[in-house]
């Protein structure tokens, strides 16, 4: 009786269509990995990173250029009653806290971070800035 899984003496194949294409692959991957030029995939594929200390920060501040921030210019503030805000209508008047002439708040993401007077370019409104709130004055706004 023969085995079924072994084939016949007439159902051997040739020598040449006997070539095993995983048998191929493995011998393939087993010499590339014994000779002394061989580099990890790794390696062929990504250029290692190299940072100078210079670099490192204006690769840091890249990352975050891209993300959108809310700017905007504060005339003033006020607080008014449910009662008073039902009643206002078109020419209603509010009266803001700030003074005319007096510079406007520049706040992003609702942050205060500079100061600024209005101007009018090409009959649209601007905002030149004027001072820049330091970073000691941010903390200590932000403490309260």
């Known amino acids: ?76 503030r006020t607080r008014v009653t449910i009662k008073q805000l039902l009643e206002l209508a078109q020419g209603s008047v509010v009266e803001l806290d700030g003074l005319a002439g007096e510079p406007m708040d520049i706040l992003i993401n609702g942050y205060l971070i500079a100061q600024g007077e209005v101007v009018v370019l090409d009959d649209k409104y601007g905002i030149r800035i004027t001072e820049i709130v330091t970073p000691a004055e941010r903390v200590q706004k932000l403490n309260r």
């Not at 580099?39 to 250029?65: H, T, Y």
Request: hydrophobic share 35%.
């Open 1 to 76: 009786m023969t085995d079924p899984k072994k084939p016949t003496e007439d159902q051997q194949p040739d020598s040449a269509d006997s070539a095993d294409p995983w048998a191929d692959a493995l011998n393939e991957d087993q010499n590339a990995a014994s000779s002394s030029d061989a580099k990890s995939a790794g390696e062929q594929v990504f250029k290692p990173l190299e940072r100078s200390p210079q670099q490192g920060a204006a690769n840091d501040l890249d990352i975050i250029m891209d993300i959108p921030v809310k700017l905007s210019v504060e005339l003033g």
